[in-house]
């Protein structure tokens, strides 16, 4: 895919172009020192070179050879991770490396207009101020049916959960975000607890996250819940309020589990900076179970030496392998598989309820509480349902997206608080689909583009940190749902599954180091060999459903005619 | 002693266990689970049978085959045990070939179908559609008794110019007698790929005859002035048969001959290489990091990257420089037959086909003699000789088919099943050393020809997403040599492993759809025709009958009727066991349901294991 955003494109250029200078004129204009070069020759592995001009505008680099039907480069600035120059004589090079990990190369002929270029990139590429950032001149070209920001409400969700239990209640205890910066105004909580003990386990726990409803088991009522770490401190402290709202969740007589995805020793060190766990005293209905996933920094810190792996331009098969091994990508990957999987397990096979948190209840509490949703619920299959759950598990639920998709693998800046756990979390539901390819209505391009999105995009969605923050941005009003684009009838057409076949079970994966596999479609994507993977899947999938649908159309048209015929036709009557 | 009741089979990589009776027969081990499903061991395929100590609920077993299914019992009685383990060990160690399977496996043909079995393939036609003989090429009638090289086919291909006297000499000079032969022809440049043996030349030893051969060889190509020779050995191990008598070709004694090692290990190397990985995706609880240090440690696909990469340079050389090229290695039946014939599968898209790729095995593998029954262990024999040469083949082939998915014919189930039989003994095609032993053993009055069996079921071995016109675009393939594109082939290795499979299978999936779309065509075509005929008014009795059978034969094949393709059911190669779905992590499962209170301990067993 050489288009940035091929979505873009299918407008015409000319008005987009006039609508981004008016932009640039306004705001960029003082950082863009050279907004055109002719004569520059962008070069990508495995495609042909292409020569023509460079413009910059405030949101997009654009490489347009002026001919007819040749290819045109729309970069968003924000997808750019990182630059390198290089100088041979006057002409200039400036490797452009991409947060969806795609690697391009300009050619630049002087070296004064090279230098304005690279630049200006590195400072449109890392603009601070929110209000610059692209969804908020974004204005869509594409008739907006069903507007995304209105698509997946909580209050609809809570319909859904009203039709099965009476057990629940929605709260608006946090409507002004006071009680918890990162939850949204409404949650489900436990029909029996009022909003002041609400506040008072809010208060127990790490950043206001106080356990609330992530997933009703409708199979056996069962439920799971999510929260951030108790506040118990190094001397034990304890919340009845937080114990009272926990335990409603239990039916009479059973036990629940409490899956904690740090380590013994991790949740023990957590104490002594005031978090720490349920003891078995307090909470004696309760089990607890520690899982290793990993925190955000080392997730970050493996993506990177993933992606480092892959660009390797080495022939030894030992040296790809020990890379990829010393990586721990695999690995992270199979762990947050395995504790979904546990947590799933608890809710369907065991009949207990389940309550999952790690240290902020935001990052590995997400992971584990969204594939396990996948493993159980067909509903989040679909293209729809896999959205609600995005909405519901991740964005309603406080996951620091700005945050963690500031930079991605080749930021040279030394990482803040940056890290793949959506990405992780994607690769997870990659592995699952691969391994259950007909029961997943959107096909691994969903993914694909969940994962762009999430670091560059021209939508409003994943913007901000959290709930509250997206209000205060007014992202509703200002910007576009993401939402909106993708539920557009050809869209949707273009991310499905044409194998699905609705397939109500809960789907088990296998964990198994051979059953995992590297997920191409982001790693290798740019590499010409799993491109032509891609596409003959592609073709082969399409030729078939096409064709299949085509001939049976075919075949009831002409028994129609066909009948239509034998009553008009009397001679067929007699024997 | 026939059966043996109350045997548990252990599952593999869980805790799971069935239990059912054991039952002994001839050719096979049958165990028959009590809901009646069979699990069916040809003893040819068991490569070892092991007896563990004795535990508390009976007498282990551990059988080891060679399609790399791992099966392990646990039997009751240690006597019992101990009867199977000796019974076993007899049956499995046939000392003749007359007590291999193929001589007694009867599919229920006649005669006629059995003979037409084996003239399916035909190398003859094979030379010929390379467009050999040509002038410059010829069949020579040296080996019609086999005199020149008992390991070589009757019919030979050598440059017109190639002398009796020259390929005498030239045979004499070459370990084993296999001299420089013609194994491909690449028409477009007039460019040979020819295979030989390492030349007996010691540290100066040289031979007329031989470089002349060589030299007939550039001459038959106009194309380019030298030849390259491949030792397709690491220099070191070329080297060191020099002291032994034999070595490689001395570019000083051979005019116009380019020399180059390409490096591939040897079959005691491969061997010991494939024993490691197994050990390592055998283990039960492996971790992803053990897995990819095992993968490295092990070195397989560094071996098979190996082998692929000299395909590369062997096709680039013909295809590119236009040059002919004589690959060797020490005896010129291995890495020389896997070189070869890789390399003829990148060059030529006829090899791609189901067809073309059987042709291509008979010709480099049988009639070039691979010696089958040494390296696949046939009769009791040197374990030293045994080493899975030919499996390393059909991973290379796969490798390439998971880079080119639109250029293969086959899926990887025609490789699954080729790998299956290549073991089997069930067939006669890949009995014995070579070609001369063959006739001797009447194989081909005696036994079935594999490639029939294979022809027949073909649809189940179509790749739904081949492309004939993929083969006009590219002509040659050019794989990606980086290392990321090679992968560990799940599907070979594990076939019999059903919990790592994926539950539903991409391409069943698609074959089914496919085999629909065919039905579909059929349909729409009858009622073309019965409209036409009633709209022509066409209508007399005959008319009427055939128009009845047609609506018939119409409502017979709407879609919803059709069966599902019975693939293998035994393998659980991905997605066979599609209609599974509520298949789960066993592990858990079983220790969740063990007990009923102390239930939260045995949930954290379970979860140890899953990550550990």
Redesign the interface.
Known sequence: MFLCSHFILTQPVTFLVKHQQRCQEMEFAELIKTPRVDGVVLRRPFLPTVEGTLCLTGHHLILSSRQDNTEELWLLHANIDAIEKRFVGSLGTIIVKCKDLRVIQLDIPGMEECLNIASSIEVLSTLDSVSLMYPFFYRPMFQVIEDGWKSFLPEDAFKDLESMTEEWRLSDVNKDYSVCSSYPPLVAVPKDVDDDTLRKAAAFRHGGRFPVLSYYHKKNGMVMMRSGQPLTGTNGRRCKEDEKLINATLRAGK?G?IIDTRTVSVAQQAKARGGGFESEANYPQW?R?H??IERSSILQESLIKLVE??ND??????????K??AS?W??H???IL?TA??AA??ID??GASVLVHGTEGTDSTLQVTSLAQIILDPACRTIQGFQALVEREWLQAGHPFQQRCSQSAYSNSKPRCEAPVFLLFLDCVWQIL??????FQFSQHFLVLLFEHTYASQFGTFMGNSASERSKLNLSQKTVSLWSWVNRPQEVERLSNP?YEA?C????P?????????WEGVF?RW???SR??D???D???HI??Y??KE??N??NN??R??AQ??TE?P??QT? | MDHVEQVRLLERFSNKSTSGTLHLTATHLIFVESNNTATTILHHHIASVEKLSLTTSGCPLVIQCRNFRVVHFVVQRERDCHDIYSSLLRLLRPVSYDELYAFSYNPKQNEQQREEGWQLIDLGAEFERMGVPCDRWQLTDVNRDYKICETYPRDLYVPITASKPIIVGSSKFRSKGRFPVLTYFYQEKKAAVCRCSQPLSGFSARCLEDESMLQAISKANHNSRFVYVMDTRPKLNAMANRAAGKGYENEDNYSNIRFQFVGIENIHVMRTSLQKLLEVVGSRFLSVNDYLLGLESCGWLRHVKAVVDAAIFLTKAVTVEGASVLVHCSDGWDRTAQVCSLGALLMDPYYRTIKGFMVLIEKDWISFGHKFADRCDQLDGDPKEVSPVFTQFLECVWQLTEQFPQAFEFSEWLLLQIHEHVHSCQYGNFLANNQRRREELQLGDRTHSLWAFLLREQQNYLNPAYCPTYADTHPVLEPSTLPCHFKFWRNMYHQFDRSMHPRQSVLKNVLTLKESNCQLEDTIKDLETVSTCIKSNFICHIQMNLWKELKTAVHKCSPSNLTELELDTERTVEGSSGTERKESYSDLQGTYGAKAEPAVVSLEFGVARMTC
């Open positions: 036990r589990y089990r179970i899982k290793a792996a892959c331009q080495s022939h030894s098969m030992d040296r790809w392998l020990s990829l091994e721990n695999q690995t990957v199979k762990e395995t999987c546990l397990q608890c096979r065991e691969r391994q259950f390819p007909c029961s194998l397939n079970l809960v789907i088990w296998s964990v198994a180091p051979q059953s995992l596999l590297l290798l590499k010409r060999s032509c993977l596409e003959a899947y073709e082969m999938v078939i459903q064709n299949n001939l049976q075919k075949v002409l028994r005619q066909l015929l034998e036709e001679l067929l024997p």
